[in-house]
């Protein structure tokens, strides 16, 4: 089903329809707003570069989008509570891209993989590339980090072998086997070299909140890794736990929102995984955990969150209270000395899927009162 010529203007809907119409008015009057949907009522779109994503379906539970051709219809659900609001994100201006050795630009958007396999986003014929061998992470608005995903041979930025995820500066060079490129950040008002991108500053984000499940984990002792380890070895000691935490994380629906230096920080949306698979996916990780391959300590809880896609780098950002709820969370762990801490509200959804051990009533900053843990 495609979209045709560019649709006319359409009337800005009733202010009930929407959090902010003078906002939308305004966004038709700059004609980044397209037509509507063919057969539903009050659908409005925006255009951003050559994609077409819904910003809401009046009285419609199902979001449509189009990739990137405008055709190929898809459906996303939202559970019947989840609230969506429109906002701008002002900041939703920079962009990044490799400077390959022969000149040639390369766009990083979303995640970016390296390797001999042909399912690599950059597939590098050489020998001494592992076949799954790194990966450059988009993990919000202009922040983009590193990983060796344990190759035999090490990935290196500006002529230092990566040990543990690191973010990438402008003008970084990264070297994979005889593969070398430069790191580039651009930024508001500077030329785009990889597209020519229409006329509109602001990108308009669709957010929603909805409850999720939150998973941290964080490495125990990395300084003391890493005066015991030389560089090469704790480099694949992390890239393989990092590789093997990720497969047991998207294995049962789960996604890393985030690499964090010394661990990662996970989520699955609620309405989209089922308590075994989520058992399922901590009984993998704690079998990672009595290897000490390294020593890790996991967190899960359960809460409501923001969520909103970036247009520019198609990826999600995570927000609200829960979000820094879990983050204190693995603080409380680590001084506990527990390996794996359950929130009160995770144990009561995951109910007798899980054996848990109470490990009392404990303060975290930021938040009021007194809140009940446990382990698993």
């Keep these: ?67 990137s051709f405008g055709d190929s219809l898809r459906f996303h659900f939202l559970p019947l509570r989840a609230r969506v609001r429109v906002s701008v994100n002002e900041n939703a201006d920079s962009f990044a891209w490799l400077e390959k050795a022969d000149g040639l630009p390369m ?79 651009g930024g ?3 030329p785009d070299p990889t597209a020519s991108r229409l006329a509109a500053n602001q990108t308009l984000v669709a957010t929603k909140s909805c409850p999720c499940w939150l998973l941290l984990a964080d490495i125990e002792g990395s300084s003391g890794l890493s005066q015991r380890l030389d560089a090469e070895t704790l480099a694949a000691l992390i890239g393989h736990w990092l590789t093997r935490c990720k497969e047991a994380i998207e294995g049962e629906g789960g996604a890393i929102n985030k690499y964090l ?18 058992v399922a996916a901590l009984g993998a990780l704690r079998q990672l955990q009595d290897r000490s391959e ?11 969150v923001l969520m909103g896609g970036m247009a520019s780098m198609g990826e999600e950002s995570l927000l609200g209270k829960d979000v820094n709820f879990v983050f204190r969370m693995e603080r409380l762990a680590a001084t506990l000395r527990q390996p794996r801490l359950l929130s009160e509200e995770a144990a009561r959804q995951l109910g007798a899927s ?17 809140h009940r843990f446990l382990s698993f």
Excluded at 114 to 143: C, K, M, P
Excluded at 294 to 304: A, E, K, N, T, W
Excluded at 354 to 370: I, K, M, N, R
């Design 107 to 185: 766009r990083i958007q979303g995640s970016c993989s390296f390797g001999r396999a042909a399912t690599n986003h950059v597939v590098l014929a050489d020998e001494r590339v592992s076949r799954r061998h790194a990966i450059i992470h988009t993990q919000r608005e202009g922040e983009f980090w590193l990983l060796d995903l344990g190759s035999s041979n090490g990935t290196y930025i500006n002529g230092r072998r990566l040990s543990k995820p690191s973010r990438l500066r402008n003008g970084d060079t990264i070297q994979i086997g005889a593969f070398q490129a430069v790191f580039r950040l």
């Design 1 to 67: 089903m495609g979209l045709g010529a560019a649709g006319r203007n359409i009337g800005a809907p009733a202010p009930d329809r929407c959090h902010d119409a003078q906002l939308l008015g305004n966004l038709f009057k700059r004609g980044i707003l397209w037509k509507p949907l063919k057969g539903v009522k009050d659908s409005l779109f925006v255009r951003h570069y050559q994609r077409v994503v819904p910003v809401l379906a009046a009285g419609k539970r199902a979001l449509r989008a189009y990739n």
């Design 188 to 190: 508001r008002g500077e």
């Design 354 to 370: 899980l054996t848990t051990t109470p490990v009392g009533q404990h303060p975290l900053a930021g938040f009021d009162g007194e």
């Design 261 to 278: 230096g010394d661990g990662f920080f996970a989520y699955w949306p609620a309405a989209q995984v089922t308590p075994p698979r989520l």
């Design 294 to 304: 390294p020593p890790f300590r996991l967190v899960l809880h359960c809460g409501q």
